[in-house]
């Protein structure tokens, strides 16, 4: 991997033998959030989230830092998830998991897409158990075909479901019985300090998708690929609210204190033909 260099912040680490450029990024500067560059993510399926929150959930430190943290409220645990885009059955309606609302597919104008490249997160992992985060591209019509190449792949980049612990993963054509998942097994995050910020990559083209972490290479699958442009998510999750009847993670009291999971930046590069 190569340095590369993005003045006044810390630098990326990109595959070598290729030229690149960088074509989108946010660095997290100044005390509020860039919203013509992210919206909050609040559905599911239709449904409004249950602990799924807003602007509470996250600050800007001034430091070029974007900090996630849990949320206490009346007994009940909240935290944020951003993203450039949506997928069409994640948009806001009155509808529940076995019934929709006409029209299912209607979503807003993205904010950021774009389709192969590298794509790098730098941040620093949560570090109590109870809540989970992850930095993730999407397809605003995942799941409304069984053909990825047209209907796009969920991409996780990483996904830290516990504290030191991160996993590579690939979903595609929907939901239920048309389901399909592949992923590398959870591993430790290389030996380091749990204060330690970390480079999360992925390069994704016509090959697949190679994954990096600290600019050594981590996984790679060769597809199915994506042919279309995807939005991007960066998010966290309260453990124990995502079906009926899921008991709050006991750990999440005890995260609501004083953990967080912190992103110094998000850059997407082209490589330059």
Wanted: proline share 5%; hydrophobic share 35%.
């Amino acid at each position: 991997m190569k340095p590369y260099d993005v003045a006044d912040h810390e630098y990326s680490l990109l595959p070598e033998g290729k030229k690149w450029k960088l074509v989108w990024n946010d660095e997290f500067d100044g005390k509020e959030l860039d919203e013509t560059k992210w919206s909050f993510r609040r559905h599911i399926m239709g449904c409004k989230h249950e602990t799924y929150t807003d602007a509470e959930g996250i600050e800007l430190d001034g430091n070029s830092n974007l900090i996630f943290r849990v949320i206490e409220k009346d007994g009940k645990f909240y935290s944020c998830q951003l993203q450039t885009g949506e997928n069409y059955m994640d948009r806001p309606g009155d509808t529940n998991f076995k019934k929709f609302t006409w029209p299912i597919a209607k979503i807003s104008t993205p904010k950021f897409m774009h389709k192969f490249g590298y794509y790098e997160c730098r941040a620093r992992l949560q570090r109590k158990a109870g809540w989970w985060s992850a930095f993730w591209l999407q397809s605003p019509c995942q799941g409304s075909t069984l053909n990825p190449a047209v209907s796009g792949v969920e991409m996780d980049i990483i996904e830290s479901f516990s504290p030191g612990v991160v996993m590579h993963n690939i979903h595609w054509d929907g939901c239920g019985a048309d389901w399909k998942r592949a992923g590398k097994p959870e591993f430790e995050i290389w030996p380091g300090d749990e204060n330690d910020f970390h480079r999360f990559g992925m390069l994704w083209d016509k090959s697949g998708y190679t994954f990096y972490i600290d600019g050594r290479e981590s996984w790679h699958v060769d597809g199915p690929v994506s042919e279309i442009e995807q939005f991007i998510l960066i998010s966290t999750e309260c453990l124990g609210y995502r079906f009926p009847g899921e008991i709050p993670h006991e750990g999440l009291k005890e995260a609501a204190k004083d953990d967080s999971f912190v992103v110094d930046y998000i850059r997407v590069f082209d490589e330059v033909q």
